[in-house]
């Protein structure tokens, strides 16, 4: 069994590149749309074609994306012999996973946000979803870092 999880492991990492770009570009574009949509008057058609927008990025790519990438993630930590197997890894996947329940975080206040425009309650200007736009930005170098560098 150990010799065909050795074998399926590039396919794993694969899915969870995949899975992580896409998840990151919702990550990264839902704020983008939030900055917008905090501009537009509260009713207005194009209030409404934003709520549209901001669900169908939230459920139909960042929900999926998420799930697959922490599947994956979970997959090739736990396969013996690969660099990430938390017996045997360094310090550095303690703190990309340190890192991941940070980007986590951000998906589900995004997720909080979401549903605030969604029930026009928002209560936050663009200048607050600019710099929250940032954030996943951040986490991210700081999960490519430990996971090409593994700096400890």
């Known amino acids: 069994m150990g010799a065909f999880l050795l074998q399926v492991y ?13 998840w990151m570009a919702g990550l990264l574009y839902l704020p983008r749309l939030f900055v917008n949509h905090a501009q537009i008057e509260v009713g207005s058609e194009t209030s409404e074609v ?5 669900d169908r990025l939230a459920r139909l790519i960042m929900r999926p994306a998420m799930i697959v990438s922490l599947i994956a993630g979970l997959a090739m930590i736990a396969i013996p012999g690969t660099p990430g197997h938390l017996p045997h890894a360094g310090y550095w ?22 549903d605030d425009f969604a029930a026009d309650r928002n209560q936050r200007d663009h200048r607050f979803y600019r710099i929250m736009n940032e954030v996943p930005t951040l986490l991210m170098i700081g999960i490519v870092i430990c996971v090409i560098v593994k700096p400890f």
């Open 93 to 114: 996947i303690w703190l990309k996973l340190v890192f991941v329940g940070a980007l986590l975080a951000m998906h589900f206040l995004q997720m909080r946000w979401r």
């Open 50 to 54: 934003f709520k549209g927008m901001e």
């Open 10 to 22: 590039p396919w794993i990492k694969v899915l969870h590149v995949l899975a992580v770009i896409s």
